[in-house]
């Protein structure tokens, strides 16, 4: 099957949307982009935006350049995920991350089969767990295939990406840090200059070794500690 081939009109734009979706059932609602565990920590609530461009540009930059890479690979005869699964757990130091987007990528994985199961990109998902023993397809990783089964582009599959991951924080914060939610409205309005400079950066991106190396230490030791707290409202 070749690019495109199969794939209705408009398509695309409609699964960007799907993406987009903050009811699409796929586990996203029990996490929290380590948010919890960066309040616990002594993160001041006014600083959440501040939370929010620092993800863009460091660890949810990484995840979208896999996901333009995986929708690549889902386009390719034959499909094979092996490199940009394992291009993206070495750049994902922290094992609890590494769970939270296998996790995630677990739920769309169910979603990816359930409305496009025959397609190559979406068979060629269990190439993905063969890159890293016991590590089931990571979040981008299937980001990218669902990506190539609806006929996305490579900027939609970014920004996909890109806009979970702040709608992941606004909607824990407010849980966590109780407040209007039209500010957390205004803080996706302000972060789309971080968000397209994002998403220009991967699809610039031109293959597995290229894939930028940007993990934010921080973040990682928060993602850690949170694993063992006694008391949280999420996962990860």
Not at 208 to 223: K, N, V
Request: net charge negative.
């Amino acid at each position: 099957m070749g690019r495109g081939d199969d794939v209705g009109e408009g398509t695309g734009e409609l699964g960007a949307l799907l993406l987009a979706d903050a009811r699409l059932p796929t586990g996203g609602h029990a996490h929290s982009a380590t948010l919890e565990a960066a309040l616990a920590a002594g993160l001041p609530g006014e600083r959440i935006p501040d939370y929010l461009s620092a993800r863009l540009r460091t660890v949810a930059r990484t995840e979208a350049a896999a996901a333009v890479l995986a929708l690549r690979a889902g386009l390719d005869e034959p499909v094979d995920y092996t490199t940009v699964q394992a291009a993206l757990a070495a750049r994902t130091p922290s094992h609890a991350l590494r769970e939270a987007s296998a996790a995630l990528g677990r739920g769309l994985a169910r979603l990816a089969r359930r409305v496009r199961g025959d397609h190559p990109a979406v068979v060629g998902l269990s190439t993905a767990a063969q890159a890293v023993p016991g590590l089931r397809p990571m979040r981008p990783v299937v980001i990218g295939a669902l990506g190539a089964a609806l006929g996305m582009t490579e900027a939609q599959a970014a920004r996909a990406v890109l806009y979970d991951d702040v709608q992941t924080v606004t909607a824990a914060a407010l849980k966590l840090h109780p407040g209007d939610p039209l500010t957390t409205a205004q803080w996706l309005l302000d972060a789309a200059p971080d968000i397209e400079a994002s998403v220009r950066a991967a699809v610039a991106t031109e293959g597995p070794d290229d894939l930028p190396a940007r993990s934010a230490p921080l973040i990682d030791q928060w993602a850690g500690e949170h694993t063992y707290a006694t008391r949280r409202l999420f996962v990860a």
